[in-house]
Every structure is written in structure tokens, then in C-alpha cells.
């Protein structure tokens, strides 16, 4: 990626893994100046309970030659979102790009369970995590954000519009919530508009993230090597990738064509030329499509 971002300033809220990792990443070796928010530091763990934290991901931003700010916050909190947003108008002065990440629900999934033997209280609070906190974060930061024309809101779920309009997503919750924010990103995309900027909702592909590839038992360099993992395992992408869609979006001067509509990694990989760290271009969701789907053996060929 080129630094087309160049004097952009960015929040990735929910950055400290995974999909919000690797957008971090790629928004700052594209130039961009990255704040990156989450809750689990090197003194303390969120009650996820997992080793990664906010400020190794602002190390990796550096490492890829960008500049990144690493900020403790609980975006449940109004008060210590509207701070956030306060401190990046000191600072920096604009907003351009907000990226809602917000998670944390793996752990409260009961899959494939209906609502009467979910737990209510794991299944509420899911929805606080991935809902609540991407509204809390609007309110307070896209004030910021629409004081220049060009700001791009970006609303992370998983999986497309078309694709989640006819596929239940194994739990009444987590169906709820991954239709829900792209619905939301459709919305803001109707206020934004008004002020010269755009909202989209974006998902990767199968993942590769930290817990993906400690649950298989492989690390990066080994991820095709593992027993245990599904075989369809092969249209797997690095989180890499959806940062770079972002960031090529990011750095789209008509990127109000898309306002409003549901974007993946794959997809915007066609538009914008570019492929993931090992040099291929994972086409997933039409991977799920053409072969999941369809009872097909795995197998990538044609779609990376």
C-alpha cells in the first residue's frame, strides 16, 4: 500500500486484535496517524482474557512505518468515550476515518441454541458489546468526524448483507448482532451523506486471528499445516486483509459511491487491485457461495 493517508487521523475503536489489529496496521502504513482503543493493556487484562494488547498493536503500526496513539478505553462508558474524542480534537484537530470494532462476544456464544436455552444474560450483554458500544462511540466522535467532508465511517460485522439475509447465523443473539450493525452503517450512511461523508458496514473473510489460529493449533507461518482445522479452512485470510481494504477505501476520493452498503475484504480486493500478505487474493464469500454451499470439496483454486 502507498501512504495515501498522509495527515489522516484515524480511531480504530477495538483494535487491540484481530480485525481491528490489522486495520490498524494497514491505516498506518498507509500514513495515517492511528488512535488505537481497547481494553486490554500490558497492566491489565479485559475480563476476555486474552495476551493481546493495545499497545502492541500500536507497536506494529510503527513497526509498519506508521504513527499510532495507544488509549485504554471501555467504549460502554459514554464518559470515557466522549474524553477519547475530546483528546483526539486537542491533539490532532480532525477525524477522518472512525472504524467501530468493538467485540469481545466469542466467549458468550452458545452456538447453535435457541433463545430459551441460551443464557439471557451471556445473550444481553452480547448485544451491549456490539451494539451499545458502536452507537456510544458514534455519538461522541462522528460530531469530530463530519467537520470535514471525505470522513468515512466504517461499521465491522461478519458476514455480507446477502449472505446473512439467508443464512442463520447459529444463535439468535449473534444473528442479531452481525445483521444488526450492517443495518446501522446503512442508517448513519443517510445522516452522513448530508455532510460529505460515508458509512459502510465491512466484513473479512474467514480470519485468521489470534484465537483462530490457537484454537487450530498453528501459528501464521504453519496455518496449512493444521490436523484439526475445517478443510475449508483453506480460504482462509489474515486480518492484514480487511486492513487493507479499509485503507484503500480510506484513500478513495469517490469513496460516496459505496455509502451505505455492505463491503468485504474479498470484494473491495477486486476493486482496488490489491491481495494479502502472502501475495494471494482470497475470494471468501464466494467461496462460501460456490462451494460450501453447494457440497463441494474444499478447495481454493479459482478463489485465492
Given at each position: 500500500m502507498t501512504?495515501e493517508?498522509?495527515?489522516?487521523?484515524?480511531?480504530?475503536?477495538?483494535?487491540?486484535?484481530?480485525?481491528?489489529?490489522?486495520?490498524?496496521?494497514?491505516?498506518?502504513?498507509?500514513?495515517?496517524?492511528?488512535?488505537?482503543?481497547?481494553?486490554?493493556?500490558?497492566?491489565?487484562?479485559?475480563?476476555y482474557?486474552r495476551?493481546?494488547?493495545?499497545?502492541?498493536?500500536?507497536?506494529?503500526?510503527?513497526?509498519?512505518?506508521?504513527?499510532?496513539?495507544?488509549?485504554?478505553?471501555?467504549?460502554?462508558?459514554?464518559?470515557?468515550?466522549?474524553?477519547?474524542?475530546?483528546?483526539?480534537?486537542?491533539?490532532?484537530?480532525?477525524?477522518?476515518?472512525?472504524?467501530?470494532?468493538?467485540?469481545?462476544?466469542?466467549?458468550?456464544?452458545?452456538?447453535?441454541?435457541?433463545?430459551?436455552?441460551?443464557?439471557?444474560?451471556?445473550?444481553?450483554?452480547?448485544?451491549?458489546?456490539?451494539?451499545?458500544?458502536?452507537?456510544?462511540?458514534?455519538?461522541y466522535a462522528?460530531?469530530?468526524?463530519i467537520e470535514?467532508?471525505?470522513?468515512?465511517?466504517?461499521?465491522?460485522t461478519?458476514?455480507?448483507?446477502?449472505?446473512?439475509?439467508?443464512?442463520y447465523?447459529?444463535?439468535?443473539?449473534?444473528?442479531?448482532?452481525k445483521?444488526g450493525?450492517?443495518?446501522?452503517?446503512?442508517?448513519?450512511?443517510?445522516?452522513l451523506?448530508?455532510?460529505?461523508?460515508?458509512?459502510?458496514?465491512?466484513t473479512?473473510?474467514?480470519?485468521?486471528s489470534e484465537?483462530?489460529?490457537?484454537?487450530?493449533?498453528?501459528?501464521e507461518?504453519?496455518?496449512?499445516e493444521?490436523?484439526i482445522?475445517?478443510?475449508?479452512?483453506?480460504?482462509?485470510?489474515?486480518?492484514?486483509?480487511?486492513g487493507?481494504?479499509?485503507?484503500?477505501?480510506?484513500?478513495?476520493a469517490?469513496?460516496?459511491?459505496?455509502?451505505?452498503?455492505?463491503?468485504?475484504?474479498?470484494?473491495?480486493?477486486?476493486?482496488?487491485?490489491?491481495d494479502?500478505?502472502?501475495?494471494?487474493?482470497?475470494?471468501?464469500?464466494?467461496?462460501?457461495?460456490?462451494v460450501?454451499?453447494?457440497?463441494?470439496?474444499?478447495?481454493?483454486?479459482?478463489?485465492?
Open positions: 501512504a493517508l498522509k495527515g489522516k487521523v484515524a480511531l480504530v475503536a477495538g483494535g487491540t486484535r484481530g480485525a481491528g489489529r490489522g486495520i490498524a496496521i494497514e491505516l498506518g502504513a498507509a500514513g495515517a496517524t492511528v488512535y488505537v482503543t481497547g481494553r486490554s493493556t500490558r497492566g491489565q487484562r479485559s475480563e482474557d495476551p493481546e494488547t493495545i499497545e502492541e498493536t500500536a507497536e506494529l503500526v510503527e513497526a509498519a512505518g506508521g504513527r499510532a496513539i495507544a488509549l485504554r478505553v471501555d467504549h460502554l462508558v459514554p464518559s470515557e468515550v466522549e474524553a477519547l474524542v475530546a483528546r483526539i480534537r486537542r491533539d490532532q484537530g480532525r477525524l477522518d476515518i472512525l472504524v467501530n470494532d468493538i467485540w469481545g462476544g466469542e466467549h458468550l456464544t452458545e452456538w447453535e441454541k435457541p433463545v430459551w436455552e441460551h443464557s439471557l444474560e451471556n445473550g444481553l450483554k452480547m448485544l451491549r458489546l456490539a451494539i451499545d458500544t458502536h452507537f456510544i462511540t458514534a455519538r462522528l460530531p469530530l468526524l470535514r467532508p471525505g470522513g468515512l465511517l466504517v461499521e465491522m461478519d458476514g455480507t448483507a446477502e449472505y446473512n439475509a439467508t443464512h447465523r447459529l444463535n439468535p443473539y449473534y444473528d442479531l448482532v445483521t450493525v450492517i443495518r446501522m452503517a446503512w442508517g448513519h450512511g443517510k445522516d451523506e448530508k455532510h460529505g461523508c460515508t458509512a459502510v458496514s465491512m473479512p473473510g474467514w480470519m485468521r484465537m483462530m489460529l490457537e484454537i487450530y493449533g498453528v501459528t507461518a504453519t496455518w496449512r493444521s490436523t482445522a475445517p478443510a475449508h479452512f483453506v480460504i482462509s485470510e489474515t486480518p492484514r486483509f480487511v487493507r481494504a479499509v485503507a484503500a477505501l480510506a484513500g478513495d469517490q469513496m460516496g459511491r459505496f455509502n451505505g452498503q455492505s463491503l468485504s475484504s474479498g470484494g473491495l480486493a477486486k476493486v482496488y487491485g490489491f494479502d500478505v502472502d501475495g494471494s487474493r482470497p475470494d471468501c464469500w464466494r467461496y462460501m457461495d460456490e460450501v454451499e453447494t457440497g463441494k470439496e474444499a478447495d481454493a483454486v479459482g478463489y485465492r
